[in-house]
C-alpha cells in the first residue's frame, strides 16, 4: 500500500466532473489496491472521507471510515447517486483534506439516501444521518468538482485552524 499525495484547492482536477467507473474493472487487483491506498492515505492524513479526485483519479470513487466512531462504518462508494434528501437541514462545521488548516460552517441535508457500488461491485442503497450524511454529501460534491466553500451560505465562518482552537473547536468538527 501506499500514501497518495493529496492535491489542494487550485489544482485544476478538483474541479472536473468525475468520471464513472467501469464496473467490469472493480474486481481487478489494480482497482483493488488502489481503494486499499486511498484508504491508507485518509487514515495517514487523519481525514475521514476521501474522494479519487483528490488524489489525482477522476473517478467517481469515494472512501470513509472513522476510528472510534460507528457512526461513520468503513465505505466504499463506487458510482454513488443520491436518490433521496431528508426534509431537515443541520448546519456543521466541515474541513477538507484538499483546503489546509481552514474549517467552515455548511447547511445540508441531515439525512440521505445513496445507491453506489461497493468494493465487491454489489449495488448498496444506504440511509444515512448526522456526520455520515455530511461525510457522504461532502464526498460526493468532490465527485462534481465542488469544495465545501461552494457550500458555505455564511463566509463569515470561514476559519482558520488556529482561530477555530482558539474560538470553536468544542464544537465537532468533519474533516473529509
Ligand atoms: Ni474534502
Known amino acids: 500500500m501506499a500514501v497518495l499525495t493529496i492535491g489542494k484547492v487550485g489544482n485544476p482536477i478538483l474541479r472536473l466532473i468525475a468520471n464513472p467507473v467501469d464496473l467490469s ?5 489494480r482497482f483493488q489496491e488502489f481503494l486499499d491506498d486511498m484508504f491508507e492515505t485518509m487514515v495517514h492524513f487523519e481525514g475521514i472521507g476521501l474522494a479519487a479526485p483528490q488524489v489525482a483519479h477522476s473517478q467517481q470513487v469515494v472512501v470513509m471510515e472513522c476510528d472510534g466512531n460507528d457512526d461513520i462504518p468503513q465505505t466504499v462508494l463506487i458510482n454513488p447517486k443520491i436518490v433521496f434528501y431528508g426534509p431537515t437541514q443541520s448546519e456543521m462545521w466541515e474541513g ?3 483546503i489546509d488548516n481552514m474549517r467552515g460552517k455548511v447547511l445540508r441535508p441531515s439525512m440521505v439516501r445513496v445507491q453506489a457500488y461497493d468494493r465487491q461491485g454489489v449495488l448498496q442503497d444506504i440511509e444515512a444521518n448526522g456526520l455520515y450524511a455530511v461525510c457522504i454529501q461532502h464526498e460526493i460534491d468532490h465527485l462534481l468538482g465542488k469544495l465545501f466553500i461552494d457550500r458555505m451560505t455564511d463566509m463569515s465562518t470561514l476559519t482558520q485552524l488556529e482561530e477555530f482552537d482558539a474560538y470553536w473547536r468544542e464544537e465537532s468538527v ?3
Request: proline residues 0%; contains cysteine; hydrophobic residues 45%.
Open 174 to 176: 468533519a474533516v473529509i
Open 25 to 29: 474493472t472493480i474486481g481487478s487487483r
Open 96 to 98: 477538507c483534506l484538499s
